[in-house]
């Protein structure tokens, strides 16, 4: 492709200039998704240069430490003790003790069968008392699987611990040598409200976003390379076991007939697509348009209009939703009103929940997301709004601009710049939709081509609602659930690579700042 | 010349404004029509099911009787405790993290919030299952959820730290070092110079996490499993409208609509001041 | 009431950028020091860094023979005035300046003692409740130094504290501040980017670029004496002119040759060059605006040129005259020795020759920068 330096660009006609930043924000992509591979890829080598000079390091300390910090390498903390900081030391015994402790009592197990998931399952067994075969349980799949990402964290933590018991050897070696002193238990006390506060803050937060979103989420990513699902639940009727990237294939190679899961997945991902496109950008613009007509100068009552909306958000979702979805149901008011006034002869379905027609239903859940999402956007773009700078109006008026060329100049712009990060968010976010459409139509009407796929799914699905109805059903495929999950995740964060990336280069054209 | 001119434009000021006034009058009804439904319904007693008219035959409390007669006082208190208990811990979460995040400056800072920002997009759909039958080993489902689900809402709340992030950074950096250089040590900047300035953030974020568990639905019915006993409004009441029982609960569902509504509309509108600057601020800061 | 010691004091950022190099200075106790400089040049840096609001990369900071590169702010016994005054937004003036006290659990009579007395001094005693969004950017710099005040701190530090002021206030607030200076009778450190509070307020002046220290003597010593030509532009207002000349031996003493006139370098300005065997060839001239006087036709040394700019400042006017080969420069002219026809002589486009003596001139290495005179 041709690049332009700035002169030449100015010169083309507006259609080239179009067109060129058209072709440039393509051609961006690629660029932007190999620069994102190399950043990883550069992650990885620092990483590994970095787990390099840490060996390095713990070498040479052994070799130019004293006993105190040899015996380190062995009793945690043991150095830390010995030069009388007892507190320190305590805590990394503390923590050495409950790391065997776990180990012994049932971490070594679990790790031990993490690589079959459990050899024996339920099975009959002969009971002399009762003279009769009982159903007697062997392991449990999942709570190996489960128990044995715990220990592998377990495990990673315990060797941070120890370095850092290692580390403080050496860096209380250094300070002893330097013939200064070291600090008391009680200056460390005192440190963790001051200049280690952000560690007193940071444990309890991180603490729970390591249990109770980065274990379940390793532990789901996970699941996808297993057959857990409804029949083989790993412990009262069979157990899971591994079994590759067999998944992965299912859903994502073409066979021509039976269960046909790429199409569904291919039909389903569009229409997720298109939903959070039409759900992002029709909330954003009519957003905006309402808060301007609200804003305009010469329109009273701008309170009452706000409050107005602003109800809407403070009223339960789930009650609102379900309640307009009923609304639009076939013997709903809406029908009933339209009948009534003698509109129509007969009931329109418009959530589909029988009728096969897909446009209808789709159409109804973006304009009712509208209704339910105008009023965010007019509280955005009105705080927005208002600080665009009022000499940008005024000397585009002594310039000689028109109200619409005003909007598309000046506010729509400053509109997108300020807001760039919101809109990508709002649309991974749109992707990720559960509620709406849940509430709304629950997925209907059903696609009967893809009645071969797990999970009922209808035409209005999003990928989100299909994964919680493959669970919720009756043959529970979580690996499918886990399977569509890390597409979901892949689909984000490609898109938020590229546009994080691409975005710059749109920015600086427009810098307001 | 000058004053036809000048009659022109205000003319069509005035038929702008005049299609802008029509437009939202328009919108005000379409907006609260729902709303108004629902109230309306509520009051009806001539039958539960769905009608095709709006304005009740008769009127009357029965269906809030009816709602006083069932599981939805459990739902409701089951709500409120888990709405009150996630406001409380899920705001000291987020401004923990938040304030970490403006303020210090420590050598693993960008990428934690790299690594928070990938962690979100995975669908936290997909942490249910695995919490779900962690939480049941702890004992904390079915008629034991509301520990549990406070607990699954509080503990991964650092992650929403952005708004507040946001808000933190515009406070000045030389307010924490003044009183640093005062002989305040980092706490005590936080209680005493941070926090005060940060109430409009503070509100902001309990306001939306004593809000938030009163529409949450997929986690809560995943928790509570069928048992009436844990479960919150949403759940119990969504099930309410399905196929086997809309026949009988569709108006008693509107007036549990309007109980579980007006507290949170009221504290909504009270501090409405707040989550505008929330909501503002944190779209800017992306 | 302390001395502070900086031993090869260097600061490196995260992204391997340096903006403090090797830094070394021996501040005496009860000193005034100003460090002077663009943007940019780490004069904040290493102001923050004797704070203790940033990390010293390395080297040693000694606060009354105290290493403190490990302690925090708060432990430091320091007072700080920021540039943007940094007032507490949600308490009042009164609570502003006890805050510190308070933390020292100080009893509130006492406190409220020290709190008036400040206020009495700094002139703000009838703001003590009201709180700083409702002060004039005056009266929220004398709160920050009442704050600072009241602490009884080893080192008072002084970061840009008057650049968000209009010029007129900044002027009467600068002869506060050396009254204060005479009050407080402790060790003072104040950063600025403006040479004339620097020349007025410090008993030495650090001019600093880029990370290094260009020059530390008194304010007559850099404005007499300055150092390399940086120094010799950055201190005087407006800057010094320089030319391009070549400097010649001429029996006993120098002469130089700007724009083909041939001028006499004085006798002690000689004697000096003789002294350091300054090295003949070109050289950079440097000579104030304000050592350039009007000359007549045909007086010997006069070098013509041509007005481009006249700007009147009341007590003189700024000439920025061309000379016959492009080399603009700047002229002092006071106006009080002036007639009126004399100064319709100086109007844009006029004609005049101008000329200066051996005594005012300035010699700096073309290659290297520096005063020939080292």
Redesign the interface.
């Known amino acids: 492709m041709k690049t332009y330096n700035d002169l030449e660009y100015l010169r083309l006609s507006k259609g080239q200039k179009f067109l060129y930043r058209l072709v440039s924000f393509f051609a961006a992509i690629p660029v932007a998704l190999k620069n994102g591979c190399l950043g990883i890829g550069r992650f990885f080598k620092n990483l590994a240069a970095a787990i390099g000079r840490e060996l390095a390091d713990i070498v040479l300390t052994f070799k130019n430490g004293d006993w105190k910090t040899r015996l380190s390498f062995l009793i945690m903390g043991f150095g830390s003790m010995a030069r009388g900081q007892v507190l320190r030391g305590l805590l990394f015994l503390l923590f050495e003790a409950v790391f065997i402790f776990y180990m012994i009592m049932g971490g070594g197990h679990w790790l031990s069968l993490l690589s079959s998931l459990g050899r024996i399952g339920p099975h009959d067994e002969y009971s002399a008392v009762l003279d009769a075969y009982t159903k007697v349980y062997g392991d449990n799949s999942?709570k190996i699987l489960?128990y044995g990402v715990l220990t592998i964290f377990f495990i990673i933590a315990l060797v941070y611990t120890w370095r850092l018991n290692i580390k403080q050897n050496k860096i209380a070696e250094d300070i002893l040598r330097s013939g200064k002193k070291l600090r008391s238990g009680k200056e460390d006390l005192?440190s963790m409200?001051?200049?280690q506060?952000?560690k007193?803050?940071?444990a309890?937060?991180?603490t729970?976003?390591i249990?109770?979103?980065?274990?379940?989420?390793i532990?789901?990513v996970l699941?996808a390379f297993t057959n857990y699902d409804g029949s083989h639940d790993g412990y009262n009727n069979a157990l899971f076991t591994w079994v590759g990237l067999k998944n992965f294939r299912t859903m994502l190679t073409w066979s021509g007939s039976g269960v046909n899961y790429s199409a569904t997945f291919g039909e389903i991902l569009t229409w997720t697509l298109i939903w959070a496109f039409f759900a992002t950008f029709t909330n954003y613009f009519l957003g905006m348009f309402?808060a301007m007509?609200?804003n305009?100068k010469?329109?009273y009552l701008k309170k009452l209009?706000r409050?107005?909306?602003?109800?809407?958000?403070?009223?339960?979702?789930?009650?609102?939703l379900?309640?307009?979805s009923?609304?639009f149901?076939k013997?709903?008011?809406v029908?009933?009103?339209l009948?009534?006034l003698g509109w129509i002869t007969q009931a329109i379905d418009f959530m589909g929940s029988q009728a096969n027609n897909a446009l209808l239903p789709r159409v109804m859940v973006i304009l009712i997301n509208i209704?339910v999402g105008i009023?965010?956007l007019m509280?955005?773009t009105?705080?927005?709004l208002m600080n665009i700078p009022a000499d940008l109006y005024e000397s585009s008026r002594i310039d000689g601009a028109n109200a619409w060329q005003q909007y598309t100049k000046i506010t729509l712009p400053y509109m997108l710049f300020?807001?760039?990060?919101?809109l990508?968010?709002s649309f991974?976010n749109n992707i990720?939709n559960?509620?709406v459409i849940?509430?709304l139509t629950g997925g209907a009407p059903t696609n009967a081509a893809a009645s071969g796929a797990a999970g009922s799914v209808g035409y209005t699905d999003l990928?989100?609602t299909w994964?919680?109805k493959i669970?919720m059903g009756a043959e529970s495929q979580?690996y499918m659930?886990?399977v569509i999950?890390i597409l979901?995740?892949l689909v984000?964060?490609i898109i938020?690579l590229v546009v994080y990336n691409v975005l710059p280069s749109i920015k600086n054209e427009e810098d307001f700042q | 010349m000058s004053n036809k001119r000048h009659m022109g434009l205000r003319a069509s000021?005035h038929i702008s404004?005049t299609l802008?006034?029509i437009?939202?009058v328009v919108?005000?009804v379409?907006?609260?029509i729902?709303?108004i439904?629902?109230v309306l319904q509520s009051f009806r007693v001539e039958s539960t099911w769905?009608?095709?008219?709006?304005i009740p035959q008769k009127w009357g409390w029965d269906n809030y009787v009816a709602l006083w007669n069932s599981d939805f006082k459990r739902w409701y208190l089951n709500t409120f405790i888990t709405a009150l208990a996630t406001a409380v811990g899920q705001t000291v979460?987020?401004l923990?993290?938040s304030?970490?995040l403006s303020?210090?400056r420590?050598k693993m800072r960008q990428g934690l919030m790299r690594f928070?920002l990938?962690?979100g997009?995975?669908?936290?759909?997909?942490?249910?299952?695995?919490?779900y039958?962690?939480l049941k080993d702890l004992g904390l489902t079915q008629a034991n959820a509301v520990p549990g689900l406070i607990?699954?809402y509080?503990?991964?709340?650092?992650?929403g730290y952005y708004v507040s992030k946001g808000f933190f950074d515009t406070i000045?950096k030389?307010?924490d070092?003044?009183?640093?250089?005062?002989?305040?040590?980092?706490?005590?900047v936080?209680w005493?110079?941070i926090l005060?300035?940060a109430k409009p953030i503070v509100i902001y974020t309990i306001l939306t996490a004593f809000?938030a568990p009163?529409?949450d639905?997929?986690l809560a019915r995943y928790i509570s499993f069928g048992t009436s006993a844990g479960m919150n409004?949403?759940v119990g009441?969504?099930s309410w409208?399905q196929q086997d029982m809309?026949g009988q609960r569709?108006t008693m569902?509107?007036a549990g609509?309007v109980v579980?509504?007006i507290p949170?509309?009221i504290?909504?509108?009270c501090l409405?001041k707040y989550?505008?600057?929330g909501?503002?601020?944190?779209?800017?800061?992306? | 009431m302390a001395s502070v010691k900086l031993t090869k004091v260097k600061k490196v950022y995260d992204n391997n950028v340096v903006a403090v190099h090797d830094f070394d200075l021996d501040i005496k106790d009860k000193e005034f020091i100003v460090f002077v400089g663009p943007s940019g040049c780490g004069k904040s840096t290493t102001l923050r860094m004797i704070?203790?609001?940033e990390d010293i990369s390395d080297g040693t900071v000694e606060i009354d023979g105290e290493v403190v590169n490990d302690l925090?702010?708060?432990d430091r016994n320091?007072?700080?005035v920021?540039?943007?005054y940094?007032?507490?937004?949600?308490m009042t003036v009164f609570d502003n300046i006890a805050?510190?006290l308070r933390?020292?659990k100080m009893p509130e009579d006492q406190i409220y003692e020290k709190v008036t007395a400040a206020a009495e001094v700094l002139g703000i005693t009838d703001y003590l409740l009201r709180k700083p969004r409702a002060l004039s950017g005056g009266q929220r710099q004398r709160v920050a130094i009442g704050?600072a005040m009241v602490?009884n701190s080893k080192v008072f530090l002084m970061d840009e504290p008057l650049s968000n002021l209009d010029a007129k206030l900044r002027n009467q607030m600068r002869a506060e501040i050396i009254l204060l200076r005479q009050k407080l009778n402790t060790t003072f450190i104040y950063v600025t980017h403006d040479q004339t509070e620097a020349m007025t307020l410090g008993d030495r002046i650090v001019i600093m670029k880029d990370g290094y220290i260009q020059q530390v003597g008194t304010p007559a010593e850099v404005f007499e004496m300055p150092k390399n030509l940086f120094v010799a532009e950055f201190i005087g207002a407006p800057k010094m002119n320089v030319m391009r000349t070549q400097l010649k031996r001429e029996g006993e003493g120098y002469v130089v040759t700007p724009f083909g006139v041939k001028l006499a370098v004085d006798g002690g300005k000689s004697q000096e060059l003789a002294a350091k065997h300054a090295p003949t060839g070109e050289v950079l001239l440097g000579v104030r605006p304000e050592h350039i006087t009007l000359a007549r036709e045909g007086q010997p040394g006069a070098i013509p040129c041509t007005v481009e700019v006249n700007e009147m400042m009341g007590s003189e006017l700024h000439l920025h005259v061309v000379t016959e080969d492009g080399t603009r420069l700047i002229v002092r002219v006071p106006t009080i020795d002036l007639e009126p026809d004399q100064r319709h002589g100086l109007q844009r486009d006029s004609r005049l020759y101008i000329t200066f003596r051996g005594k005012v001139m300035h010699f700096f290495d073309p290659e290297s920068q520096e005063n020939l005179l080292n």
């Open positions: 999942f489960l005192k409200v001051d200049d506060f952000h007193t803050l940071l309890l937060p991180l729970g976003i249990l109770f979103t980065v274990m379940p989420i532990f789901m699941v309402v007509m609200i305009k010469g329109i209009w409050t107005v909306l602003v109800l809407t958000i403070a009223i339960p979702q789930f009650i609102s379900l309640y307009v009923k609304m149901a013997n709903g008011i029908n009933g009103l009948l009534d209704w009023p965010y509280l955005i009105t705080g927005i300020i807001t760039g990060p919101y990508l968010t991974t990720n559960f509620n849940y509430l990928l989100i994964l919680f669970t979580y659930a886990s999950g979901v995740f984000v964060a938020s | 000021a404004n802008i006034y437009v939202l919108m005000s379409v907006w609260l729902p709303f439904c629902i769905q009608v095709g008219y709006v979460f987020v923990c993290m304030y970490t303020r210090f420590f928070m990938v962690l997009m995975f669908p936290n759909m997909l942490a249910m299952i695995v919490l039958r962690v607990l699954v509080i503990a991964s709340s650092g992650m000045p030389s307010l070092e003044a009183a640093r250089v005062d002989g305040a040590t980092r706490a005590q936080l005493k110079i005060p300035l809000m009163w529409g639905f997929v409004v949403a009441m969504y409208l809309i569709y569902f509107c609509g579980v509504a949170v509309t504290l909504f509108m409405q989550y505008v600057e909501v503002t601020g944190g779209a800017v800061k992306g | 704070a203790g609001l925090q702010p708060k320091i007072a700080m920021f540039q943007n940094a007032l507490y937004p949600h805050f510190s933390l020292q704050r602490r």
